[in-house]
């Protein structure tokens, strides 16, 4: 196991509302990507926390933002739910984030939440 | 045009087998490359990351061509562990994992 935990690990929604995921990173690692994965799909990243900072962002809309805690656990929040908003959401830890000509740190994935969206 | 493709699969193969999966990427100011494995409802594990003179671990090799901006795994004698979706990622600038939709693999007995 990681040591990246998420809550809750399944959640069911309808369209319009909002919903928040949380994630715990590991052990030393001050750093929380998150991603959403459609079915059938790889991975698409959302956005990156460092240290509480956002530290780069994907190609979502505004609705979809988050935070990062002290304690560098993280929490995604959607609002205005879709219907294609149905879809395991990850978080990964990693203990700092790279520049692009610094070395790449493994990110280590929780095991996700899977939101379905009626 | 994807960041990232690759063949969505299946692969099915018999145990003991060799197969190969290929990966492409568009953007060629691209830094690191890896492949990551993920197992039938679960998240993305790191299985090796792929350097422009190959890598082996194992069964496993990996294999990085710059030039043509092509990535490849090939793994040797498939157990039936192996079955799983192989996904290739890209890495173009600060942390930001880009994936490829994932390349499934069946091994049967």
């Known amino acids: ?118 | 045009r994807k960041e990232v493709e690759q063949d969505p699969g299946p692969f099915n193969v018999p145990e003991g087998a060799t197969v190969a999966f290929n990966c492409t990427y568009s953007n060629s100011a691209s830094q690191s490359f890896f492949w990551y494995r993920q197992d039938c409802r679960k998240e993305p594990k790191l299985l090796m990351s792929v350097y422009s003179s190959g890598n082996e671990d194992g069964r496993f090799t990996a294999q990085l061509n710059r030039a043509s901006q092509y990535i490849s795994l090939l793994i040797r004698d498939s157990k039936l562990s192996d079955s799983a979706t192989y996904l290739c990622v890209v890495i173009t600038g600060f942390q930001k994992l880009v994936f490829g939709t994932g390349t499934r693999l069946l091994v049967s007995p």
Request: net charge negative; aromatic share 12%; proline share 7%.
């Open chain 1, 1 to 118: 196991e990681t040591g990246v935990t998420q809550s809750p690990t399944h959640l069911i929604k309808t369209r319009g509302q909002q919903v928040t995921l949380r994630c715990s990173s590991q052990s030393g690692h001050n750093t929380v990507s998150w991603y959403q994965q459609a079915l059938g799909q790889g991975p698409q990243f959302i956005f990156q926390y460092y240290r509480e900072e956002e530290n780069g962002r994907g190609n979502f809309p505004p609705r979809f933002s988050g935070l990062q805690f002290p304690n560098y656990s993280s929490e995604l929040n959607v609002n205005a739910l879709e219907l294609d908003d149905s879809a395991l959401y990850l978080c990964a830890s990693s203990p700092g984030p790279s520049g692009v000509l610094s070395s790449y740190n493994e990110q280590f994935f929780g095991p996700g939440t899977r939101l379905t969206v009626l």
